[in-house]
């Protein structure tokens, strides 16, 4: 037998186990020399940094729109006035402005106003307080606006064309309407005289002009109508009642007197750059009578011409003036001086149209609650100078908004 004596006994170890590398990694986490706990806060910290910087991003960007927004709309505002007024007071009217339509707890200043020959700039400069970006140092988030406003040496002639017939008198419609072309005169009125001249234009199935014109050499009229004449005039003898075609000796081109079919119909006015006068003839609008809108707007060509019946316009193409046409209606046609077919009296109007357009005059058109809108959509220079009005309240806001788009001030690029 084989002795394995001590030899046996040298060989016999313990079994590898997990215990001793457990009992490290537990010495590891209880480890009082903290690296543990600083790494945690290294990371903890820096995940906040990136969270804060996300959203003082968000809220630096929406502070920088909002002043830009709002530095636009001042400048624009502000250059109606620039012409005459001085940097001091610009930066007055400007800073009370600006406060009425930034946040209260915003803090901003106008920092820099000039005024040169037709244009207007200004620097806006603002800050918001950093909210967890400011544990890297940023204790405030600043922002900048530069606008610029500009207004030319040309000049503006507008024709407004307003539907004042019976159906005029619901839903509040008449009233509106005066609300909203008294805010598009205010839109409209500059500090210089002669740089905008606007005439008015109210129709039923005629238009009607002071009773003095009754001698006038493109009037014409038959003896019976002329014993009771009080200024309503119908359509011109075909085909010039479709456009401004000038007046001769000829009776088939002078403007036919009618009786009126209600004595409620407001007298145009002419060109003028008189608000006051203009403020005076919306507020006389009063609803009556039926829709003839081709009548309408070959007077309102008319009052746009340099030729009889009225001369207050400039001729057609004179260099810096632009001439415009707002037609506003709130139904179809109805009657006019020969038909109470719909159709035939559009097919004029569609002329009528055609020649306004035609004669280099753009033509905005307002379709309010009712009418033809395809007939208004195609009469309009272009998509974006056709407006459907659905409630009468809503005509204040399209109204500002059409005398926003032709006012000769814009921003500058």
Request: with cysteine.
């Amino acid at each position: 037998m084989k002795d394995f004596g001590p030899k046996a006994a040298i060989s016999m170890r313990p079994p590898v186990t997990l215990a001793a590398p457990l009992r490290l990694a537990d010495r590891f986490a209880r480890d009082d020399t903290g690296q543990i706990a600083i790494i945690f806060a290294i990371a903890l910290t820096t995940m906040l940094l990136f969270t804060g910087v996300a959203i003082d991003y968000g809220r630096d960007s929406y502070a920088r729109s909002s002043l830009q927004n709002a530095t636009d709309a001042v400048v624009l505002a502000l250059g109606r006035d620039a012409s005459d007024s001085t940097i001091d007071a610009l930066k007055t009217k400007a800073t009370q402005r600006l406060a009425a339509m930034l946040p209260a707890n915003y803090s901003y200043s106008v920092t820099a106003l000039t005024k040169t020959s037709g244009t207007l700039s200004m620097t806006v400069e603002g800050s918001i307080p950093a909210t967890l970006t400011s544990v890297a140092g940023f204790k405030t988030l600043k922002q900048k606006a530069v606008s610029q406003a500009t207004w030319g040496t040309g000049k503006l002639e507008i024709a407004l064309v307003l539907d004042s017939t019976g159906s005029m008198s619901t839903y509040s419609r008449m009233v509106e309407l005066k609300k909203a072309t008294n805010a598009m005169l205010v839109e409209m009125q500059t500090s210089e005289a002669g740089l905008v001249k606007i005439g008015i234009v109210p129709f039923d199935v005629n238009v009607r002009v002071a009773n003095t014109y009754k001698t006038a050499s493109w009037f014409k009229t038959d003896w019976w109508v002329g014993l009771f004449w009080n200024g309503c005039i119908a359509d011109r003898d075909q085909s010039n009642d479709v456009s401004d075609a000038a007046v001769t000796s000829s009776a088939s081109t002078k403007y036919p007197g009618a009786l009126c079919s209600s004595d409620k119909l407001t007298t145009l006015q002419p060109l003028t750059d008189d608000f006051s006068a203009l403020h005076s003839k919306v507020n006389a609008l009063t609803p009556a009578g039926n829709t003839n809108i081709t009548v309408g707007l070959a007077w309102g060509m008319a009052i746009l011409s340099s030729q009889d019946p009225f001369t207050e316009g400039v001729a057609p193409g004179t260099k810096d003036v632009t001439k415009i046409l707002v037609l506003m209606t709130d139904g179809d046609n109805t009657e006019n001086r020969w038909t109470s077919s719909a159709s035939q009296i559009d097919a004029r109007t569609k002329l009528a149209c055609q020649s306004a357009k035609d004669a280099k005059i753009e033509v905005y058109t307002v379709r309010l609650m009712e009418g033809n809108a395809s007939l208004l959509q195609n009469c309009a220079s272009g998509l974006g100078n056709y407006y459907n009005v659905e409630n009468s309240s809503d005509l204040v806001p399209v109204f500002q908004a059409i005398g926003e788009r032709i006012s000769q001030l814009r921003l500058a690029s």
